[in-house]
Structures are given as C-alpha cells and as structure tokens.
C-alpha cells in the first residue's frame, strides 16, 4: 500500500495533505456558490463526491501528524491552513474581498495557534 510517510517526513506530511485536503473541502462546502441556480440535491452530491477526496487526504494527514503531533496541535494545524485558503478562495474563486477586519480575526485565530504549540 502507498505509504506517504516515506516520501515525507511525519513533521511534513500533515501540511502537505491538510493543504490539499483542504483545497478540496473549500470547493465542496464553497463552490457551489457560484451555481445557485443548481438543484441543491444536485450540489450535495456533488459536494459529497469532493468530500471523498478531502477525506482522503484529511484521514492519513492525522495519522501520519499524530507520530509527533497532539490532537490539539493537528486541529490547530488543520483550521489555520482551512482560514489561509479560504481567504485565498474567498478573494480569487468567490471575487468577495477581505477587509481588515477579517484579517484582524484570522490573525487572531493564528495567534492562539501560538499557545496550541507553546507549552509555558
């Protein structure tokens, strides 16, 4: 069976597939936006087949992260990486801007990564 963490190393590998994993899961719960004249149940389904893909690489990120990495410590990974690609969605995909204040709120959120990661 394809083992990642030969390829990359377990302090590596959960950016690598979180990263992924969450490009596929922002167009599964955000693409459908740009068609919302579309049958919703055609959008769910839709949106659970990019889920599968999401899951795919979600599910052996937290395995191979959890070698060296708490679960809090992966969670924290997980929702940063989700807010820096969804701004990046939101601005290129959606054409919806950032103002500041979201920025000032996802800051906020990355700075609590900090203390995830500190231990005092």
């Known amino acids: 069976m394809f083992n990642l963490g030969s390829f990359l190393s377990p302090q590596i590998a959960p ?38 893909f999401e899951y795919c690489m979600a599910v052996p990120a937290n395995r191979i992260g959890s070698e060296v990495y708490s679960a809090a410590q992966l969670k924290t990974i997980q929702e940063v990486i989700t807010l820096s690609v969804f701004a990046v969605f939101s601005v290129l995909y959606l054409k919806e801007p950032l103002g500041w204040n979201h920025l000032v709120g996802f800051s906020l959120i990355a700075g609590g990564a900090y203390f995830i990661f500190h231990e005092f």
Request: aromatic share 22%.
């Open 15 to 52: 950016f690598v597939l979180l990263l992924l994993s969450n490009v596929f899961m922002t167009f599964a719960w955000y693409g459908h936006l740009k068609f919302k004249s579309a049958p919703l149940l055609l959008v769910i389904l839709v949106s659970w087949g990019i889920a599968f």
